[in-house]
């Protein structure tokens, strides 16, 4: 999980103010060498000593085998050869043969949120059929969020400045945000144009003492699902602007290599239709990449194309092949980064978003029907596990139904 710690980090921005004078520059090149220790931290032997439990006489000769397919993740760092810290776990996930052995062994069971899933998006999509609206299931929820600095990990009298993460207001699925606590009387808060929602605030570091951030708020948390058919989208206005920005590259992981623009091609060959094309793209990349524990972003030169070589990720890496598919494909796409509020079993989370030009559905709303544009939808390839409909593949269930509380 420690991945989902550095998503944290995104938001949770500590830093001590120094003079150029008490501390070495910065370079990025240790940085990035520091980061790579620590994320690729074991020996063989102690990778040997995980799999052991499920294939107590594994060998070299598969022990190279896993290396060469990218199912056992190392490599060379000062000269040394080192696993990534969840290489052994992860090997159980990518290798269809290991995961079967480990199936046999403990048998199979479902993930707290696999289980949410199962039970939680059938409800959702019954909701939305019933009421007619795509928001449904509102829940209150009040979560408070605590930053502790240990003590004297900054020197006494230095600045810490905190960026916590708070709501968005722009959502419809989350509404009516209410900030409750701050632990320092002056704090600010980001504007809705802020790619970022977050709360600053700063302390000096005391010595001897811890130095504590924390924020509680309200917010009403809502489950949304959108039913969409094929003739209900239109084709999108390619001169606009919102077009124009989230159907092109950006550095550094949203780039059509040749590889991505081949795959893209195969992918929507003979399609037109934007959702049609969605779904493809969708259905392959869950069929083809499981879920497994990531290395550090910031230590990836090109996570698309990471995923590709590797044929895994968690969900902020497939969703960037998803984005990055999409917005190659003529579809408008961005990254999502927050929390999975789904009732016993949240967590941390990345997923995609996609837009549907100016969708045209009916919905029963106090009364009288009117007719509601779709936009902005939000999609997450690693949920969808079980066999449940869904918008974006008719054979599993439905991402769309998810309650992500939106940071990003």
Not at 372 to 384: A, D, H, N, Q, Y
């Amino acid at each position: 999980m420690r991945k989902l710690l550095y998503i944290v980090m995104i938001f949770i921005g500590v830093s001590a103010c120094t003079s150029r004078q008490e501390s070495k520059p910065y370079d990025w090149d240790d940085d990035l060498h520091q980061r790579l220790l620590a994320d690729f931290c074991l020996t063989e032997s102690q990778v040997k000593d995980y799999i052991r439990k499920y294939i107590p006489d594994v060998t070299d000769e598969q022990m190279r085998q896993w290396e060469e397919s990218k199912a056992l993740e190392c490599r060379v760092i000062d000269g040394e050869k080192r696993y990534f810290r969840n290489a052994g776990p992860n090997l159980f996930r990518i290798d269809s043969a290991c995961c079967a052995v480990k199936m046999e062994k403990e048998g199979t069971s479902l993930s707290t949120s696999e289980q949410v899933n199962k039970e939680h998006l059938p409800e959702v999509m019954a909701a939305v059929r019933k009421e007619k609206t795509p928001v449904v299931q509102p829940k209150r929820m009040r979560v408070t969020y605590t930053l502790t600095v240990d003590s004297n990990a900054v020197p006494a009298g230095k600045m810490i400045r905190c960026w916590l993460p708070y709501p968005r207001t722009d959502q419809p699925r989350q509404q009516n945000v209410k900030l409750l606590h701050v632990s320092e009387p002056r704090y600010t808060l980001s504007p809705p144009s802020c790619r970022h929602s977050t709360l600053y605030m700063e302390k000096q570091a005391i010595p001897g003492e811890p130095t504590v951030f924390s924020e509680t708020f309200e917010y009403t948390s809502c489950a949304e699902w959108h039913p969409l058919k094929p003739g209900n989208i239109l084709p999108y206005d390619t001169a606009g602007a919102l077009y124009k920005e989230y159907t092109a590259e950006r550095e550094t992981h949203i780039r059509f290599t040749p590889r991505i623009k081949e795959l893209a091609a195969n992918l929507t060959v003979g399609e037109t239709n934007p959702l049609l094309k969605a779904q493809r793209i969708f259905r392959w990349i869950n069929d083809h990449f499981p879920w497994a524990s990531a290395r550090e972003y910031s230590t990836i030169e090109n996570i698309p194309e990471y995923v590709l070589d590797n044929r895994h990720g968690d969900c902020g890496q497939v969703s960037l092949l998803f984005i990055t598919l999409c917005r190659c494909s003529g579809i408008p796409a961005r990254f999502q980064s927050g929390f999975m509020m789904h009732p016993r079993a949240w967590n941390l989370h990345d997923w995609a978003e996609v837009y549907f030009e100016r969708t045209a559905l009916k919905y029963r709303m106090a009364g009288c029907t009117t007719i509601r544009t779709v936009s902005w939808m939000s999609i997450s390839p690693v949920l969808c596990r079980s066999k449940t409909e869904c918008t974006m593949c008719q054979k599993r269930a439905a991402p769309l139904t998810a309650t992500p509380l939106a940071l990003q």
